[in-house]
């Protein structure tokens, strides 16, 4: 079954969405990364969407969910790469993702989840 | 169009190949990465293909001339997260990737283009 890789980055998880969302890989992506936080002991998770023109409500409960699932196993998620009209899609659907930060790219989300992580 | 997206990691490239490549998302990628390694000037560039069940002659070429292109521009390339069946074709195919460094994952890929970058 096609999977979503998650990769390690030192104490973050790097996960890259580059494909069509469907609710099997939906469901895969969160049951992996749950056991990939527990296993890594990761403080954080970096959600990369660079390549995504388009971000539906769909995709928007996914992310919130994942951020959701990472805090109660005490890790941050940060969203990075919006393309600024995903973002104006994001406002006008009322999708303001609660609970997760968005950094513009993802070295700047991991400077952020660096931060966070060392105040925490 | 549709594009792979390319990460910066501090002084690396990351990019992640989870679709089916055709020739132009790989001419695309070439392309993108040659312009992103010149921006950034990164030392190294990783290529992961954890999620790639198949790894044909096709893909085999675009990862060698992608190491090729990086050593020209002064960059180390290292192809990470391998499946075992995935090296087990490569051999087959007679693929053995002149010029590509490997490593299990992505956070040893990491570690060795930072071990030869500073000894570089």
Redesign the interface.
């Known amino acids: 079954m096609?999977?979503?890789?998650i990769?390690?980055?030192?104490e973050f998880l790097?996960v890259?969405i580059?494909?069509d969302m469907h609710d099997q890989l939906a469901l895969a992506l969160q049951e992996d990364l749950a056991e990939r936080i527990r296993k890594t002991q990761a403080r954080g998770v970096l959600i990369?969407i660079?390549?995504l023109e388009i971000v539906d409500s769909f995709i928007g409960r996914m992310i919130s969910t994942i951020a959701g699932l990472s805090k109660i196993m005490d890790a941050q998620t940060v969203l990075v790469?919006m393309q600024p009209a995903v973002a104006i899609t994001l406002v006008e659907l009322g999708l303001s993702l609660p609970g997760v930060a968005t950094a513009l790219?993802?070295?700047r989300g991991?400077a952020l989840l660096r931060r966070r992580s060392t105040t925490a």
């Not at 096609?2 to 890789?5: A, G, L, T, V, Y």
């Not at 990769?7 to 030192?10: A, K």
């Open positions: 096609e999977r979503i890789p990769l390690r980055m030192g790097l890259t580059q494909v990369d660079s390549s790469g790219d993802a070295e991991m």
